[in-house]
């Protein structure tokens, strides 16, 4: 299957050079650019590309505003596409704020061109973007200042176990570490993670991290 992709960024050679990496590969098709959050958001419903490619930064509605939009669809859609955040990482405050508003992961605004067609594979696929080490990294940089804001009674459907790899997992561990931490076979993580996605109704991995930070359950530094 094509993977359908939009692009917001207000710069147009941004625009136009992700545009022309994606659309040489085989399997990707660019169907629309967006140079602010509005549009992005009004051509996303039009379109209903698979992945939204979408800069934090953007004049009148921005990144974060968008994001939270096209992830609350009014009630005449259930149109909710997967949205690749682009940061520059060290000064988007906003990154962690669109982890939560439902964003699939973040691409730095310097990645090469083979990182961008994988990261959009990767979103496309309903993977979490990135190793879950570097995704750990930058929520708890915007962690460190904010309280839990989840009741951590949302924990309770979790098994004991369950809990012992989400912390795992919030803290940055791959299913191959989380595996030799608890000795436990790597394919009954792979299964824990599902059920904790499931049982907390989160989309990815990268959703997961966060919530473990919101209950409490891992602390910044941890």
């Given amino acids: ?22 659309d040489a ?11 602010d959050g509005d549009e992005a958001v009004a051509m ?3 379109l209903r590309p698979d992945v ?9 509605r921005n990144g974060l505003e968008a994001t939270r939009a096209l992830q609350t669809p ?14 520059t990482f060290d000064i988007d405050d906003y990154v962690y704020e669109a982890l939560r ?6 691409l730095l605004k310097d990645a090469t061109p083979e990182e961008l067609v994988v990261a ?21 940089d915007f962690a460190r200042s904010a309280p839990p804001r989840i009741d951590a009674g949302r924990l309770s459907e979790l098994t004991e176990r369950e809990r012992e790899v989400l912390t ?15 000795f436990i076979a790597e394919q009954t993580v792979k299964t824990h993670v599902s059920k904790i996605l499931s049982k907390l109704g989160l989309r990815d991995r990268v959703h997961a991290v966060v919530l473990a930070y919101d209950t409490g359950l891992v602390q910044p530094g941890s």
């Fill in 1 to 22: 299957m094509t993977i359908s992709v939009l692009i917001a960024d207000d710069q147009a050679m941004v625009r136009a050079g992700f545009a022309a990496v994606l």
């Fill in 25 to 35: 590969q085989t399997g990707i098709e660019v169907v629309g650019q967006a140079a």
């Fill in 44 to 46: 996303a419903h039009e």
């Fill in 52 to 60: 939204v490619v979408m800069d934090v930064r953007m004049p009148g």
């Fill in 74 to 87: 009014p009630r005449s859609s259930d149109y909710v596409p997967r949205v690749l955040m682009l940061t």
């Fill in 101 to 106: 508003a439902g964003a699939s992961g973040f």
């Fill in 120 to 140: 959009v594979r990767v979103v496309a696929s309903g993977d979490a973007l990135l190793a879950p080490s570097v995704t750990r990294r930058l929520i708890e």
């Fill in 168 to 182: 795992l997992v919030g803290r940055g561990f791959s299913n191959t570490e989380i595996a030799a931490a608890l």
